[in-house]
């Protein structure tokens, strides 16, 4: 039997074998050697060096674990632990490397060191810890074997070894993830899948009604993200009072987006259900910012859908025959006048019509901004599957690992007035004569993003763009490029604002991150 290193030496996988067993050693054999330099390391005579290190090994780990993953969909496929937790998760934490701000978040909890968590969640989750790590360094362990083998199927204990990596890995994602936001109940998803409905039926009414078109739906524009909340409004409390803005239920049966707007939006209900056919038309002009005038004549507008827009009639029918018809029909008739009573009284509010709408838009608009500032994340992931609905483009979207549609919709990015290309006569041009290189924003000045503003956190990771050297998040820095007037043949992370201001379309090819 020869020993270890001897066979490790004899049986090694060559660098060019592009078998994911092979690109699993030589990663795994990467993340060993940094390890063992941080160990080697004297952190207070060389700080610089140890820094540099360090993201050598969050490089590397990153690495080892897509490979790990890959493997584990080869290999056990029909025994992957269920992700569908992740739906609970607020947008803002599903980044492209998830994956090894756990294992880091692990590690540092093994340590003792509670990052973005309480000391007594800490204590909680460090079992939890303890068993992910020992199952990565099994793994890690019966994969190197299997490596140096490369015979035949998936050896029986790296199944073992891979289901139990897997499972701990969820559990461990789960619960060190809640610790830090407030995880949606599987009752608030359903209640997010409702609005979700009711976006959509808004938007397929405005495509009937002639207030949006296909064009602008597949086309993304941003003034959707706003235009779709406030037409959704309007139809939930109107059109569709049953769905998801029924406010015959208490505040807390309702999403959490709405509900702590109930009141006011018991107000605008009550108002709306005054508007004529005709007012209603000019208040939904009025919020997609168009003028009645400019607009198709109502006339014109088929709209069977207008519950209870008509102006309401307060004549109440005459004593005799009111007393000849049944009892029902006579409760009926009474509650009919005493709404229509009510109606007009909140109409004698009123100097005139004008007022009025004015009054509505302002409420309803109100409203509908405030989602997008107090739910962000929650409005723009509705909006996201709305438009994955709605849109009849499917070629600019990109289907994600886990089988799902991506797409950003957003505004355009802002232009960065002192952008290193911005400042330079040779606005990404392409020219072989390289520029120089623009200094990256030191990490520890920086701490928010600079083109979203949203703050940085443990999971929210800071990103420079190679080609202004600023600090953004990874939505804002979701593209990759090559960029030839720095030298750069193969393409790297670039921000939003650089690709689609300053680089050429030959340059745009490249897959975002």
Request: hydrophobic share 35%; charged share 25%; proline share 6%.
């Amino acid at each position: 039997m020869l020993p270890a290193v001897v066979r490790r030496w004899l049986h090694r996988p060559k660098r060019s074998d592009s078998r994911l067993l092979s690109q699993f050693f030589y990663a795994d054999e990467r993340v060993t050697q940094v390890v063992t330099e941080i160990n080697c390391l004297d952190v207070e005579t060389d700080p610089q060096q140890y820094l540099v290190l360090l993201n050598q090994l969050h490089l590397s780990q990153t690495e080892l674990l897509s490979i790990i993953e890959q493997i584990m969909d080869e290999c056990i496929p029909k025994e992957r632990h269920g992700r569908d937790y992740v739906i609970k998760f607020p947008e803002d934490l599903l980044v492209d490397n998830l994956r090894n701000h756990m294992l880091f978040a692990a590690e540092c909890l093994m340590a003792r060191t509670y990052i973005d968590v309480d000391e007594a969640d800490g204590v909680r989750l460090r079992p939890l810890a303890k068993d992910l790590l020992c199952s990565l360094e099994l793994v890690r362990t019966v994969l190197r074997e299997q490596s140096l083998s490369q015979t035949g199927p998936y050896l029986e204990p790296v199944r073992r070894a891979l289901i139990r990596f897997d499972m701990l890995f969820a559990e461990f994602e789960l619960s060190y993830v809640s610790s830090l936001v407030s995880v949606k109940s599987p009752e608030e998803i359903y209640k997010q899948q409702e609005i979700v409905v009711l976006f959509c039926e808004t938007v397929a009414r405005a495509l009937k009604l002639g207030y949006l078109t296909q064009e602008m739906i597949d086309g993304y524009e941003p003034q959707l993200m706003f235009t779709i909340p406030r037409l959704g409004i309007i139809s939930g409390l109107l059109i569709y009072p049953d769905g998801p803005l029924n406010l015959e239920r208490r505040p807390e049966e309702i999403s959490r987006v709405f509900s702590p707007f109930y009141i006011l939006l018991r107000k605008i209900r009550d108002l709306l259900r005054v508007l004529s056919r005709e007012e209603l038309y000019v208040l939904e002009k009025r919020v997609l910012n168009e003028s009645a005038t400019d607009s198709q004549p109502f006339s014109n507008v088929d709209s069977p859908d207008f519950k209870g827009s008509s102006t309401p009639c307060a004549c109440p029918s005459s004593p005799r025959h009111f007393g000849q018809e049944s009892s029902s029909t006579q409760i009926r008739k009474i509650n009919n006048v005493r709404q229509s009573t009510r109606w007009l009284e909140l109409r004698s509010r009123y100097n005139t019509t004008e007022d009025m709408i004015h009054t509505l838009f302002v409420c309803i608009s109100g409203v509908a901004d405030q989602l997008q500032t107090n739910f962000a994340s929650d409005l723009r992931a509705i909006l996201k599957t709305v438009f994955e609905i709605v849109t009849s483009r499917t070629e600019d979207l990109e289907v994600t690992d886990t089988g799902q549609v991506e797409f950003f919709v957003a505004p355009a990015a802002p232009r960065l007035a002192d952008c290193a290309l911005c400042s330079s006569n040779r606005e990404g041009s392409g020219r072989e004569d390289a520029l120089v290189p623009p200094d990256w924003v030191p990490d520890s000045t920086c701490s928010h993003c600079m083109a979203c503003h949203v703050s940085f956190t443990f999971l929210r990771r800071r990103h420079h763009c190679r080609s202004c050297g600023k600090i953004f998040c990874s939505r804002c820095s979701s593209h990759l490029a090559p960029l030839p007037h720095f030298r750069q043949l193969k393409p790297v992370r670039v921000c939003t604002h650089c690709y689609t201001t300053h680089l050429p379309p030959t340059s745009k090819n490249a897959s975002c991150l």
